[in-house]
């Protein structure tokens, strides 16, 4: 454990010694900057979900383009797509935990201090409410990430700095047409929608409960993200990695977002 006076990082280590988790948690500086905005006029905004549809279409940025893979009424995950040599605003959510997922390329989340946290495939950071970040693209290849967000709000957010102009500016209210691969509505669960896979068709997004995942751990599984209410209520996700040194359990009684590297079967399903 290392403790700066502006953020706390924490790195969980499994027991084969593989990183399995850094924690990105707020710290003085990050609370003495968010006052700061605060007092200077700055606010943070709330989602309609009812509302505001170009959520589902994908929304371009400066730096690349995200969109939505999967929302609920408790978890948002987002996919984004970060071209080099660009980055995302250093901002903070003020009120939503946040955890970021690699699925490819090489990156790194910085904090307010300046401390990076290296991303390759199969990393997970978990970043607090109110610790300010940013992720910068550090490879030649475009970096691919899952965020998941809870609780759901789009608008909790306050950009500090910003390569493109953006410091201080509230969400993208603009998008791109993504009827091709469009959000669709999960019959099975209430106001719960998805996509099956990116517009590239490189991932694939499903719904699988535990038991199937337990019975049929797959070699193109990246992540496990388990959809629990639990998790939502404590702030505290335990996502697994579709790496075969990660032995922790799955939950047989628990629904599971699972990102994977689409197989040529399943682009042509």
């Known amino acids: 454990m290392a403790i700066t006076p502006a953020t706390t990082i924490v790195q969980h280590t499994s027991d084969d010694g593989q990183d399995r988790i850094v924690r990105l948690d707020a710290g003085p500086a990050d609370i003495a900057e968010l006052k700061r905005l605060l007092r200077s006029g700055a606010r943070f905004g709330n989602e309609q979900f009812d509302e505001d549809s170009h959520l589902d279409e994908v929304i371009p940025k400066p730096w690349g383009y995200e969109y939505r893979a999967y929302v ?4 948002d995950c987002w996919a984004l797509h970060i071209d080099a040599p660009h980055g995302t605003s250093v901002h903070l959510h003020p009120r939503k935990l946040t955890y970021l997922l690699c699925l490819g390329g090489q990156g790194v989340t910085t904090g307010l201090n300046g401390t990076s946290i290296p991303l390759r495939q199969g990393s997970i950071v978990r970043i607090a409410p109110g610790a300010f970040h940013g992720t910068r693209n550090a490879g030649d290849e475009p970096l691919e990430l899952i965020e998941v967000e809870s609780p759901r709000n789009k608008f909790d957010l306050m950009r500090l700095k910003d390569d493109y102009n953006r410091a201080g500016t509230a969400y993208e209210s603009s998008s791109l ?19 099956a896979h990116t517009p590239d068709g490189r991932f694939r997004f499903e719904l699988r409960t535990g038991m199937d995942v337990f019975y049929r751990r797959r070699a193109e599984d990246l992540f496990h993200i ?16 579709g790496r075969p040194e990660d032995a922790r359990r799955v939950h047989t009684d628990m629904q599971y977002l699972c990102v994977s590297v689409a197989t040529a079967r399943a682009k042509t399903a």
Do not use: N, Q, W
Not at 177 to 195: E, I, N, Q, Y
Not at 233 to 240: G, S
């Open 72 to 75: 609920d009424e408790l978890f």
């Open 177 to 195: 047409d993504a009827s091709k691969h469009p959000m669709r509505k999960v019959l099975s669960f209430p106001h719960t929608r998805m996509r």
């Open 226 to 241: 388990p959809l629990c209410v639990s998790g939502a209520v404590y702030a505290d996700l335990e996502i697994l990695t």
